[in-house]
C-alpha cells in the first residue's frame, strides 16, 4: 500500500511542476492528501496508529 501511495506522490508532484496557476490548488490539495494517507499507513505499519475502531 505504501509503494503505491509514494508513487501516487511522486506523480502528482510531477503533476504541479507543469500546472498551471489554476490546477495547482487542486493538485496541491491531493498531495496533501495522498501524504497524510502516506504518514498513516506508515504509522500502522510501525505500531504507532492502532487503525481498528475504537469499539
Known amino acids: 500500500m505504501t509503494i503505491a ?3 501516487q506522490i511522486e506523480e502528482l508532484r ?3 511542476r507543469n500546472a498551471d496557476a489554476a490546477e ?3 493538485i496541491e490539495a491531493e498531495l496533501e492528501m ?3 494517507e502516506l504518514a498513516a499507513a506508515i504509522a500502522e505499519q510501525e505500531g504507532i496508529l492502532d487503525a481498528a ?3
Do not use: G
Request: glycine share 0%; hydrophobic share 45%.
Open 14 to 16: 510531477a503533476e504541479l
Open 5 to 7: 501511495l509514494e508513487i
Open 34 to 36: 495522498a501524504q497524510a
Open 53 to 55: 475502531p475504537p469499539f
Open 24 to 26: 495547482c490548488r487542486d
